[in-house]
């Protein structure tokens, strides 16, 4: 069983940059494709980004040119650095696994995810 623990979750005004960090207990080289995912309140789960294990990576257009998501398979830690922060990214925010599948961002395709971790975008 792959447990996934993220961390860098906090409070900052608009504008401002985290860096949300994902850490597995096991090899992230074994699965298809990590990802993030997020949930604002009386939202919906949605799709943020994916990183194939190739690199390859994937974005929704709300993120595009402000967030980074990236890998370090040594460390078994994915990482998603995002800048120029707004009112509306405020969510919590996954990090998830899957073994396989078609489509990056659905998140019907992840087998692991985390608990969480927030971030609150505030002028």
């Known amino acids: 069983q792959v447990e996934l623990a993220e961390s860098g979750g906090g409070s900052v005004q608009i504008g401002g940059s985290l860096r949300l960090s994902c850490v597995a207990s096991?090899?992230?080289?074994?699965?298809?494709?990590m990802a993030w995912f997020r949930q604002a309140p009386g939202k919906e789960r949605a799709e943020v980004a994916a990183?194939?294990?190739?690199?390859?990576?994937l974005y929704v257009d709300s993120v595009k040119d402000r967030f980074t998501i990236s890998q370090d398979n040594a460390k078994n830690v994915v990482y998603l650095q995002m800048n120029s922060l707004r009112p509306e990214d405020t969510a919590m925010y996954y990090c998830?696994?899957?073994?396989?599948?078609?489509?990056?961002?659905?998140?019907?395709?992840?087998?692991?995810w985390g608990t969480g971790t927030q971030v609150t975008v505030s002028s």
């Open positions: 998830a696994a899957r073994s396989f599948g078609a489509n990056w961002l659905s998140s019907k395709e992840y087998n692991y």
């Open positions: 096991g090899y992230i080289s074994s699965f298809d494709c």
């Open positions: 990183i194939h294990r190739d690199d390859r990576t």
